[in-house]
């Protein structure tokens, strides 16, 4: 099988050779690293190879046919927005925008600039960089700014009445569970919880200097609300206790199939595991890069 350069395949498919190294490092076939083009093992799967040249070193060839499945949200019929013009809609800055979407799930902070996560890419996210300075960010479609999710959170971060909307009770948190279950245990960081178990997990996190969110909304359409939420590693907490009360087991069903369903991080505790927080809950957060101690 004939390689070409990525260049000679750029022009071979019609695209400039800019736009084709954008596509290859979205599709992740290739990665920065010291400031040059480096092959991933997808790109190797690919026929992706180095090759060596007096004249311009070692560089990156691909086989002349190579097709690329470029996902739908990339298309040119797609107006893609950077954080600053959805910021400029919502009237904050593209720097605090760029937080907001790590807080819902959809965005990573890296050493230069801002990494899609799988959930980005799920709401159209595209990764990108600035050619000089090497930063790296994210493109939305247009559409981002008509996002439930996104909208509540800026309600929430503006303490506008959307908000406070946004708070009242969902289809799939059924009042009665929460008039059954009052929020009256006062945690050490201020926090109003519902049990005795939630007011332990929370004061852990707490002394364990962790920063988390009681009863945050999952950044989906439908209104389900987590137990805690720790934005450091995108990571869900659930305290699965009533396993005598048949509604709340409906529930708790319901949610999980919710977290798999959207490809969530979840910690699930019963009350064994919160009788025993020292040993085991350090662990399960370092799994998903959350340092307790």
Known sequence: MKQVSTTALSKSLGITTKELFSQLMELGF?????????????????????????????????????????????????????????????????????????ELGWLNKCLKGWIVTEQGKKQGGVQAEDNKSGIRFVRWPESITESKSLNETIGDVKGTEGALISKKQGQNEPVGFREKFEAKHRSADGHFVRSKAEMLIDNWLYMAEIVHAYERKLPIEEDVYSDFYIPTGKVYIEYWGYENDSKYLARKQKKIELYKKYGFNLIELQDKEVQNLDDILPRLLLKYGVQAY
């Open 30 to 102: 290739i990665k920065k690293e010291n400031n040059s083009w480096a092959l991933t093992a997808e790109g190797e799967k690919k026929g992706g190879a180095y090759k060596e040249s007096k004249q311009y070193g070692k560089y990156i060839v691909w086989p002349e046919n190579l097709v690329l499945n470029i996902p739908q949200q990339s298309s040119q019929s797609v107006k893609l927005i950077t954080a600053t013009a959805i910021g400029r809609h919502f009237e904050v800055s593209a720097n605090q925008i760029n937080f907001i979407l790590s």
